[in-house]
């Protein structure tokens, strides 16, 4: 049965009689979860005005969708909500696990939480769940709501409801190019509903010189194994900082190797803090599940993208053993 957002947000503030809603999303926000977030805000503020929706993000939101937020004069989602009673609801989007969360005390703290998800490991932690398995939260988000009142959403200026789910179906689908049919349909009613793609597309467009000069710097340092299928890149904390890397700057890589014609999966290692490991990989889905996989690490994801953040000081022992993961599933397969 489909989810219908309308029945179950209302049927949630009725029953737990609460007049606020809290939206989160997940740690380094990209632009998938600030659509998401973002997107439903404005859902609510325009269609439920008996209701206060104060949404919630991380100001290490990815510089480029970060620029269509910072234009939005309804909501200022870097600030704290500032909530008129103890009893308010939650609505978590995009977040695969409550480690994952930002804003963790606004989640303990509600009365009541709803998560809208499309990561496979995210098992339902909260009272009302909707978890689809697709390409984007954003696109989940779009399929539930009543498209007559988000039109009236998409109506307001820019930004607006329907440019943050486009922009997020934009960004995790990579330009469309990991989409299918309903979701190249949803894109398209969104445009006509009033999304603009030029606007949105800024959001994708969103490096300078210094940003590929400091890439070429870290693509200078991909090493290749699995006679060459495999293809990944090591950054300690201190070699990061002295090439003034962040992990803005190493993210995309992953997805970079994986979109080489000759390799099957990329994937980086990067020390964000000392002792500190965030890890993010990108294949096809089928040469290697980097979700299953990255089960047993504790981390998760999709099939064809997933991540791990651990702390360890044996960075070495870590990496000998994701790459003997690779190479046992690989031989089973």
Not at 12 to 32: F, I, N, S
Not at 57 to 76: N, T
Not at 121 to 138: F, L, P, Q, R, T
Not at 160 to 176: E, P, V
Request: proline share 3%.
């Amino acid at each position: 049965m489909a989810f219908d957002f309308n029945k179950q947000f209302e049927k949630m503030m009725r029953e737990y009689d609460v007049t606020e809603v809290v939206l989160l999303g997940h740690m380094t926000p990209d632009g998938d979860a600030a659509g998401s977030v973002m997107g439903l805000a404005h859902y609510i503020k325009v269609n439920y005005p008996q209701y206060t929706a104060w949404p919630f993000l991380s100001d290490k939101l990815d510089k480029g969708p970060k620029k269509q937020v910072m234009e939005d004069e309804i909501f200022a989602p870097f600030e704290r909500p500032k909530l008129a009673s103890e009893r308010y609801a939650v609505i978590v989007c995009d977040t695969a696990t409550l480690k994952r969360l930002i804003g963790m005390k606004y989640y303990q703290r509600a009365v009541v939480s709803m998560i809208i998800d499309h990561h496979a490991s995210n098992e339902g932690y909260g009272i009302i769940n909707d978890i689809k398995v697709s390409e984007s939260c954003a696109y989940n988000v779009f399929e539930i709501l009543d498209k007559e009142m988000l039109k009236k959403a998409a109506s307001a200026p820019h930004p607006n409801g329907a440019d943050y789910l486009y922009m997020g179906i934009l960004h995790d689908t990579s330009r469309f190019s990991r989409s299918d049919a309903k979701i190249e349909a949803a894109g398209s009613k969104l445009l006509a509903m009033g999304a603009d793609h030029r606007y949105v597309m800024r959001t994708m467009q969103d490096k300078t010189l210094d940003d590929l000069i400091r890439q070429g710097e870290i693509l200078r340092r991909v090493k290749r194994v699995m006679e060459g299928k495999v293809a990944y890149v090591y950054m300690s904390y201190q070699e990061a900082k002295k090439l003034h890397i962040s992990y803005e700057d190493i993210h995309p890589i992953s997805g970079m190797l994986r979109d080489c014609e000759d390799i099957e999966m990329g994937f980086s290692m990067y020390e964000e803090a000392p002792n500190i490991w965030r890890c993010s990989f990108r294949s096809d889905g089928q040469w290697i599940n980097v979700n299953e996989m990255m089960k047993s690490f504790g981390g998760g994801g999709h099939a064809a993208a997933a991540g791990l953040r651990r702390e360890t000081d044996q960075p070495e022992v870590l990496l000998e053993q994701l790459l003997a993961q690779i190479e046992s599933i690989q031989s089973l397969g």
